[in-house]
C-alpha cells in the first residue's frame, strides 16, 4: 500500500522560507516521477514542481527561481525548498506521485498526500 505524508506546512511572513517534506511508503522513488501541487481556495490544483527518478526537475512559471524541489532516494522522500515566499503561495500544498516520467496534470498522478496548509501572511 502506497502513502505519502507531508510535513513542513505552517505560517510564515512574506518573504520567508520553508522546506515541505513527503514521505512515501510503499513504492520505490527510481521507478517514479514525484510532484508537489497547491491548491489555493476557489482556485484549481496546480503543478509547482515535479522531479523524475533521474533528476530531472521542472517549475511552475509562478514559482521558478523561488521554489527548489530535490529527493533523497535513499530515505523516499522529496522536499520543496520555498524561498521569497509571496502572499499568493498560500495554499494546501500536495505531494503526488507516478510511473515514469513528470506529468504536467493532476489526474496523471495515482497517489496523494493528504496535504499540508501553507499560510504566508504580510
Known amino acids: 500500500q502506497v502513502q505519502l505524508v507531508e510535513s513542513g506546512g505552517g505560517l510564515v511572513q512574506a518573504g520567508g522560507s520553508l522546506r515541505l517534506s513527503c514521505a512515501a511508503s510503499g513504492l520505490t522513488f527510481r521507478n517514479y516521477a514525484m510532484g508537489w501541487f497547491r491548491q489555493a481556495p476557489g482556485k484549481e490544483r496546480e503543478l509547482v514542481a515535479a522531479?523524475?527518478?533521474?533528476?530531472?526537475?521542472d517549475y511552475g512559471d509562478s514559482v521558478k527561481g523561488r521554489f527548489t524541489i530535490s529527493s533523497d532516494n535513499a530515505k523516499n522522500t522529496v522536499y520543496l525548498q520555498m524561498n521569497s515566499l509571496k502572499l499568493e503561495d498560500t495554499a494546501v500544498y500536495y505531494c503526488?506521485?507516478?510511473?515514469?516520467?513528470?506529468?504536467?496534470?493532476?489526474?496523471?498522478?495515482?497517489?496523494w498526500g493528504q496535504g499540508t496548509q501553507v499560510t504566508v501572511s504580510s
Open positions: 503526488a506521485g507516478r510511473r515514469g516520467r513528470i506529468s504536467y496534470d493532476e489526474r496523471g498522478y495515482d497517489y
Open positions: 522531479i523524475t527518478s533521474g533528476g530531472y526537475t
